[in-house]
């Protein structure tokens, strides 16, 4: 099947300062990918709909300004984490979908571990 | 908008006992329907999806799911559990006419008892 990574798996990093997360479609082009959100013993909150060449829809609540969403590529979007604080601190999921028979399927990354000090 | 309900934050089952976890969606059309299980810290692995067809479907590791349209319900089952099954299970909703981003369940926490 396909593959997504991400990159970093985890990262710390001090209040106030910046994070860019990175999510690549390894073998798969993706014009769309998604990013989610999960706190800690709770569900999936997707925050965005990453879109190659145009900007990023973001889910109601979620500030754009906060979470800066790139998608550069056809196999390479990017979410950097703003002016970071401990509150941000979660676990980052991207996906890209790919069409799958009658449907889609979800890939999704490993999730990058967020830790702000 | 799509939304989706797992009424069971967890379940406690024996090793060897079958396995039943409930989801219940709520959408206009036809949605695509999947399972997905997470062990602690790790990212999310797919275990089945319904798009349309055969109703009842089968997964990896032993699990089916079957889709009823009269009750918006996509079950997840399993005869008989191992104790690797113990994980956080979650069930998501998506359509094509939704720009095939998913909505996700709360999920349901499964520990195996030996």
């Known amino acids: 099947g396909a593959v997504v990574s991400q990159h970093p798996s985890w990262v710390i990093c001090k209040s106030g300062t910046s994070v860019k997360i990175e999510c690549r479609s390894l073998d798969f082009q993706a014009t769309t990918m998604f990013w989610y959100r999960q706190f800690p013993k709770q569900s999936l909150m997707l925050m965005a709909t990453?879109?190659?060449?145009?900007?990023?829809?973001?889910e109601q609540g979620v500030e754009k300004d906060k979470f800066l969403i790139n998608h550069a590529s056809l196999t390479l979007s990017t979410l950097t984490v703003t002016s970071a604080h401990p509150e941000d601190s979660s676990f980052y999921i991207c996906s890209a979908p790919e069409v799958a028979g009658d449907g889609y399927e979800q890939y999704f990354g490993p999730g990058t571990r967020l830790t702000v000090t | 908008a799509q939304s989706v309900t797992q009424p069971d934050i967890h379940i406690t089952v024996s090793e060897g006992a079958s396995l039943e976890l409930r989801c219940n969606y709520s959408?206009?059309?036809?949605?695509?329907l999947f399972w997905y299980v997470q062990s602690p810290g790790q990212g999310l692995q797919l275990l089945l999806k319904?798009?349309?067809?055969?109703?009842l479907v089968q997964g990896i590791k032993g699990f089916e799911a079957e889709f009823k349209r009269s009750q918006s319900s996509f079950n997840l089952r399993k005869p008989s559990v191992h104790w690797s099954d113990a994980a956080e299970y979650f069930c998501?909703?998506?359509?094509?006419?939704?720009?095939?981003?998913?909505?996700f369940g709360g999920g349901t926490r499964v520990l195996v008892k030996p």
């Open positions: 990453s879109n190659e060449g145009s900007k990023a829809t973001y």
């Open positions: 959408y206009g059309a036809t949605p695509y």
């Open positions: 319904y798009f349309s067809g055969d109703t």
């Open positions: 998501a909703v998506g359509a094509q006419a939704a720009g095939n981003k998913l909505t």
